[in-house]
Each structure stands twice: as C-alpha cells, then as structure tokens.
C-alpha cells in the first residue's frame, strides 16, 4: 500500500485495452466512496486534486485524507494534480508527495506549451513523479451556455507527436470533443474516433487522457431535478464512447461532474423526505454509498479494469 506513479498501470492498460478512472477528490466522503469502489472492483485508482479542490478542502487535509485512504484500504494509488495551470502549482505538489502532476499548457501557443511542459518534465521526473500534459483545448462550459463542440481546437495527431517526442511527457491529454461540465453536446454525442485512432497510431506507448469524460448519468440528473435541481439538457459522453476510447489508447479517463450528480441527487432526495433530519451523517453517509456504486459501475462496466490491479 503505497503511493505510487501511473506509469507501471498505463503500460499495462494500454497492452490490454482498458482504461484507469482517474477521479476528482473534494472532501472524505468523496474519497471514502471512490476507494471503497477500487477496492471491491480490485482495480487501478488515480486521486486527482484540482486547483479548485486545493482552495476549498486546503492541501494538508487532502494530502492526509489520501494517505488514511492508503492505509485504510491497503491499496496503491496515484495522486494526481489535476489542471495545473503553472510550473509553481506542479512543483509545489511534486514537494508536497504527489505521484502525478498535470501541467495544462493547452491555453498557450504549441512552441510555449512544449518549453512550460519541458520545465515541468525535467523537475517532475528528477523527483521521481510523472507528468500528463494537454494539447488541444476543451470546449469551456459557463453557466448556461451550452458547449459548441465546433468551438473546441481538437488535437493534431502530427502535433501531438512531435509535442511528445520534444518534452518526454509520460501521457498526453488530448480534445477530441469532450468538454468539461454537466452540458457536453448541443446535438447528438459526438468524439472524432478517426482523430483518436490516427493520434493512438502515430505515438502508440504514449498513454492518452480523456477530460471531460464524465456520462452525465440520467438517472442522477433526474433525481437532481425530481428533488429540486434545475439542471435540464444536461448531457455527456454515452458510456459506450468511453469503453470504445479505451480501445485506442484512451488509458486514463477524467470524472468529477458524475460524482457531483451522484452525490448531489442524494442530498436532495435525503433533504426533501427528511425535513425533521439535521445530522450531515444521514445524508453524507448515502451520498457516499451513491459515488460507491457509480464509480464501481464505471470500473466494471465502462472501463473494464476490474480485476487489473
Ligand atoms: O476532466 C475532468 C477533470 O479534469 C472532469 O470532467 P467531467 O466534468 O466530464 O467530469
Ligand atoms: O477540470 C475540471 C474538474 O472537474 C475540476 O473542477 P474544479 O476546478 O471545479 O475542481
Ligand atoms: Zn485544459
Ligand atoms: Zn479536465
């Protein structure tokens, strides 16, 4: 039980076809119920820990909640800083023990992204951790304004090859039409396989990452909106494109948005049937079960990593 890099579980991922959840940690009861899941499904786990994530639950808290969760459950795990923005955020969280860092350079031009992602590699890799880089730009989602996939910059496979030859980053993020949030697709769910299969045949051992890669699950949405949410239209990557992804070097795959619903729904139903309850155990507790049962499904049936641990 330890903490440990995702190089040893992408490489083997990417010889068998599967993927590896890597999944955002909020608070205990999130990370209660993802472990718990990796746990029982025996499978490969990355924690991974936004900018937003390091504000709101502080860095110490963290840090200590997912080395209890190591020592509780006895599993290895790979901590993951997710969207690091800057040299500075990836260095403070290499110093501070995690595993993994992403420096997210996909804002910059491709000459500055591949010198931001060279300083991060060399730091990270001399401490032992590993780096995902990013190339090609997500469609944002703000309030309430649905997410054009048109507007995105896909990924050039040709670019996306000479990026990782240039820095000697160890995955690669890439956009192919997923979007972060809960409002993916105006239309009809769309990822360009054709751009996947060409960028997974020009850089075959480099493992890929799929942000955005959350199903927006209908049943949470609905238990959302049943017990007073207001989210309609939401709306993301059917499970089935995930599990086709990971067929072409799709390795890690990015989920918070299906945590959130999954825990929200529950709180909301908890609140709305139990108007005399006011003890946060009654509804943290099945929230946690909630993300448990999610993130169990995901491993099994959409990613397949039960068993690979
Ligand atoms: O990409 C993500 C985290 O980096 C999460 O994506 P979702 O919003 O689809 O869950
Ligand atoms: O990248 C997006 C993740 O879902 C993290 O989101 P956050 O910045 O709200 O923590
Ligand atoms: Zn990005
Ligand atoms: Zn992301």
Redesign the pocket.
């Known amino acids: 039980m330890a903490l440990i890099t995702s190089k040893e579980i992408f490489a083997k991922a990417l010889t068998k076809d599967y993927a590896v959840g890597a999944f955002?940690v909020?608070n205990m009861e999130i990370i209660q119920g993802i472990v718990d899941a990796a746990k029982a499904e025996n499978a490969p786990l990355i924690l991974q820990v936004?900018?937003?994530?390091r504000k709101?639950a502080r860095p110490a808290y963290l840090l200590k909640l997912v080395e209890a969760a190591i020592e509780d459950s006895g599993l290895d795990i790979v901590l993951h800083l997710?969207?690091g923005e800057d040299f500075e955020i990836c260095k403070k969280c290499v110093d501070d023990g995690f595993s993994s860092v992403m420096i997210d350079g996909s804002k910059h031009d491709f000459e500055e992204n591949i010198a931001l992602t060279k300083q991060v590699v060399e730091y990270a890799h001399s401490k032992g951790a590993v780096v995902e880089a990013e190339l090609g730009k997500l469609a944002g989602v703000e309030d309430d304004i649905k997410v054009d996939v048109r507007s995105a910059t896909f990924t050039d496979p040709e670019e996306a090859a000479e990026f990782v030859q240039r820095t000697g980053v160890d995955s690669l993020a890439i956009a192919i039409g997923t979007s972060?949030?809960a409002y993916k697709f105006k239309g009809e769910p769309y990822l360009d396989f054709e751009r996947l299969k060409k960028i997974h045949e020009l850089i075959p051992n480099t493992p890929l990452v799929l942000?955005?890669a959350s199903t927006v699950l209908p049943e949470f949405v609905a238990k959302c909106n049943e017990y007073g949410g207001n989210i309609p239209g939401a709306q993301g990557v059917p499970e089935e494109m995930i599990t086709t992804a990971a067929k072409y070097g799709i390795c890690k795959v990015?989920i918070?948005?299906d945590l959130r619903l999954a825990m929200t729904a529950e709180v909301r139903k908890f609140l709305v049937e139990a108007p005399e309850e006011f003890d946060p155990r009654k509804y943290l507790a099945p929230a946690r079960d909630a993300i448990q049962r999610m993130v169990q499904h995901k491993i099994k049936n959409v990613l397949n990593a039960s068993g690979q641990r």
């Open positions: 955002n909020n936004s900018a937003g994530a709101y997710d969207h972060h949030g942000h955005g990015n918070d948005t």
